[in-house]
């Protein structure tokens, strides 16, 4: 039976009803084939292998290799392989940067280092990553390339992340860099990956994978958007949880750098871990400050920048896809 797949941005109104259908069929395919991918001989492991896929997920990263795809031949038979690799790789990301950030929930369910401990999460991880491998190889050595490539920057950038920004570096500059490695080229990879494995001509791959690097700049902003601006996430995370951990996001670099003296207050709760009475303060104080308006704008400006890019692809539903996502990234920051 086809695993359930959310449809997320395919029920926007631009998005062609019959692309739509297709994508998501292709999907059902790809959830196939992640949940028999990570099934062992030992229970215990496919229960943890298995653990955040089960819990669900966008599976933005697979839909945009099979979108990418429509720019050349859909059919082709690597393309849910293809898919299904980067989904795993984002997967295995995901348990290990749970364990440092010590995460207790993950898609509104107990973290797996929650569940079974710090060991075996970091060693499912490399389980979830080994069996992207496997799929992989079967894929060729220019794949192989470009995922080796891909994964060198995930590791870049958390290892920016967590060390932080070197003695006279701007600390939004290395923001927007982590960003950069550890989300936007996981996401410009899926589109690489669906042009190479979908025949898509060179002369389009190139701003098709410049346009989905800027999509993943804005997906992160989103996020980091939301978890000041959201009542609720459906992913499980609780709004505020960057404020409360003392990770400072893109509005409050820009709340950061107001002179007023009327912001001192909030100045003074950004950057340090706060306890719940400091980050209810935080957040109505974040809330309506222009920082707010101020990132919105850079996030509009980072899905403009798609934009550009996909204006010079040739017109259709898969473009007009593409567009409705650049609307999507926008609009799902609140």
Same mark, same amino acid.
């Given at each position: %039976?086809?695993?359930?797949?959310?449809?997320?941005?395919?029920?926007?109104?631009?998005?062609?009803?019959?692309?739509?259908? $297709?994508?998501?069929?292709?999907? $059902?395919?790809? $959830?196939?084939?992640?949940?028999?991918?990570?099934?062992?001989?030992?229970?215990?492991?496919?229960?943890?292998?298995?653990?955040?896929?089960?819990?669900?997920?966008?599976?933005?990263?697979?839909?945009?290799?099979?979108?990418?795809?429509?720019?050349?031949?859909?059919?082709?038979?690597? #393309?849910?392989?293809?898919?299904?690799?980067?989904?795993?790789?984002?997967?295995?990301?995901? +348990?290990?940067?749970?364990? %440092?950030? @010590?995460?207790?929930?993950?898609?509104?369910?107990?973290?797996?280092?929650?569940?079974?401990?710090? /060991?075996?999460?970091?060693? &499912?991880?490399? +389980?979830?990553?080994?069996?992207?491998?496997?799929?992989?190889?079967?894929?060729?050595? @220019?794949?192989?390339?470009?995922?080796?490539?891909?994964?060198?920057?995930?590791?870049?950038?958390?290892?920016?992340?967590?060390?932080?920004?070197?003695?006279?570096?701007?600390?939004?500059?290395?923001?927007?860099?982590?960003?950069?490695?550890? &989300?936007?080229?996981?996401?410009?990879?899926?589109?690489?990956?669906?042009?190479?494995?979908?025949?898509?001509?060179? $002369?389009?791959?190139?701003?098709?994978?410049?346009?989905?690097?800027?999509?993943?700049?804005?997906?992160?902003?989103?996020?980091?958007?939301?978890?000041?601006?959201?009542?609720?996430?459906?992913?499980?995370?609780?709004?505020?949880?960057?404020? *409360?951990?003392?990770?400072? /996001?893109?509005?409050?670099? +820009?709340?950061?750098?107001?002179?007023?003296?009327?912001?001192?207050?909030?100045?003074?709760?950004?950057? *340090?871990?706060?306890?719940?009475?400091?980050?209810?303060?935080? #957040?109505?104080?974040? *809330?309506?400050?222009?920082? %707010?308006?101020?990132?919105?704008?850079?996030?509009?400006?980072?899905?403009?920048?798609?934009? /550009?890019?996909?204006?010079?692809?040739?017109?259709?539903?898969?473009?007009?896809?593409?567009?409705?996502?650049?609307? +999507? %990234?926008?609009?799902?920051?609140?």
């Amino acid at each position: %039976m086809s695993g359930a797949v959310p449809s997320g941005f395919l029920a926007l109104p631009r998005v062609d009803p019959t692309l739509a259908r $297709e994508i998501q069929e292709s999907l $059902e395919k790809v $959830e196939d084939l992640l949940m028999e991918s990570v099934r062992s001989s030992d229970p215990m492991l496919t229960e943890a292998a298995s653990h955040l896929l089960a819990a669900g997920g966008k599976r933005l990263r697979a839909m945009l290799v099979l979108l990418a795809a429509r720019f050349g031949d859909p059919e082709l038979p690597d #393309l849910v392989p293809a898919a299904a690799v980067v989904e795993l790789t984002h997967v295995a990301t995901l +348990y290990h940067d749970d364990v %440092m950030d @010590e995460a207790a929930m993950r898609r509104g369910k107990p973290s797996a280092n929650q569940r079974w401990g710090n /060991t075996v999460a970091i060693l &499912t991880g490399d +389980y979830v990553f080994a069996k992207a491998s496997e799929i992989l190889a079967d894929l060729g050595t @220019e794949a192989v390339a470009l995922q080796a490539q891909t994964f060198g920057r995930l590791v870049q950038g958390q290892i920016l992340e967590t060390s932080g920004p070197r003695e006279g570096t701007d600390p939004l500059d290395h923001y927007m860099q982590v960003i950069a490695d550890k &989300t936007a080229s996981l996401i410009a990879s899926s589109a690489e990956f669906g042009a190479m494995f979908g025949a898509v001509s060179a $002369e389009i791959t190139t701003p098709l994978v410049r346009a989905c690097d800027a999509l993943g700049m804005a997906f992160q902003l989103a996020d980091d958007l939301l978890d000041v601006a959201g009542e609720s996430d459906a992913s499980g995370k609780i709004p505020g949880t960057d404020l *409360r951990e003392g990770v400072l /996001t893109l509005p409050m670099f +820009y709340a950061l750098r107001s002179q007023d003296p009327a912001d001192d207050r909030l100045k003074s709760l950004l950057g *340090r871990p706060l306890d719940d009475a400091e980050a209810e303060e935080a #957040l109505k104080l974040l *809330r309506v400050h222009p920082a %707010m308006e101020e990132a919105e704008r850079t996030l509009r400006g980072w899905a403009d920048k798609a934009r /550009t890019e996909l204006a010079t692809l040739p017109e259709g539903p898969a473009r007009s896809a593409f567009e409705a996502l650049c609307d +999507y %990234m926008v609009e799902r920051s609140g």
